[in-house]
């Protein structure tokens, strides 16, 4: 059980826009900024955006990323067969059992 | 360019210990830490924990205090990852990423290394 929720599964056909969102509690997002990861099939993970809303260079403005209170959301406009990955949201943790870093549980995005 | 290359995939039995070795280029290796991150097959992330490439600092996840010790070798910029006490359940793809402090993103990650535990 991942400490943030993810949705399993979203989709979205070719030029459509998509949102995947990322709930979290007070001791993470809340607190704390969040992170997104995209992970294509069979290779390493690749930040997608930083602190809540930034994109790394390189990274299409397509792209982009949002928080209110403890939830973040990513939105993927002008959908691409590219696009078909696993997408992370981490968040650093201050839990009083240990401070961390959390993630969610992924959403696995289809292009129809 | 900035590349983080891993040790190859490993094979052990229960009990056993396995040590990861993340090799780093294109940057300041004490500039950054490096996290250690695991994905079970067929599951999400695990963060495992984070070493500072200045110091030596390290910050364990709580569920593998004990098991887990996180070096680096600044000589030769490699950062190192030990496990043990191996469990089926540690069978996963180890990942390390850099990161410049313990709460900033991993910017760059190695390419994984497959460790499978069975007996």
């Known amino acids: 059980q991942s400490v943030l929720t993810q949705p399993p599964s979203a989709s979205g056909t070719p030029g459509q826009r998509v949102t995947i969102s990322c709930s979290g509690s007070?001791?993470?997002?809340?607190?704390?900024?969040v992170n997104w990861y995209q992970q294509l099939p069979g290779t390493a993970p690749k930040l997608l955006i930083y602190s809540n809303n930034q994109r790394p260079s390189g990274v299409p403005d397509r792209f982009s990323g949002s928080k209110s209170g403890t939830s973040a959301s990513l939105a993927i406009s002008g959908l691409q067969s590219e696009d078909e990955a696993d997408y992370y949201c981490?968040?650093?943790?201050?839990?009083?059992?240990?401070?961390?870093?959390?993630f969610g549980g992924g959403t696995k995005l289809t292009v129809l | 360019q900035v590349q983080l290359v891993q040790s190859g995939a490993e094979v052990k039995k229960p009990g056993a210990s396995v040590k990861v070795s993340c090799k780093a280029s294109g940057y300041t290796f004490t500039s950054y830490g490096i996290s250690w991150v695991r994905q079970a097959p067929g599951q999400g992330l695990e963060w495992m924990g984070w070493?500072?490439?200045?110091?030596?600092?390290?910050n364990y996840a709580q569920k593998l205090q004990g098991r887990v010790t996180m070096t680096t070798d600044t000589s030769t910029s490699t950062a190192y990852m030990e496990l043990r006490s191996l469990r089926s359940d540690d069978t996963a793809v180890y990942y390390c990423a850099r990161g410049r402090g313990v709460t900033t993103p991993f910017d760059y990650w190695g390419q994984g290394t497959l460790v499978t535990v069975s007996s």
């Open positions: 070493i500072s490439a200045y110091n030596g600092n390290t």
């Open positions: 007070s001791s993470n997002i809340g607190s704390n900024t």
């Open positions: 981490a968040a650093w943790d201050d839990s009083l059992n240990g401070a961390h870093v959390v």
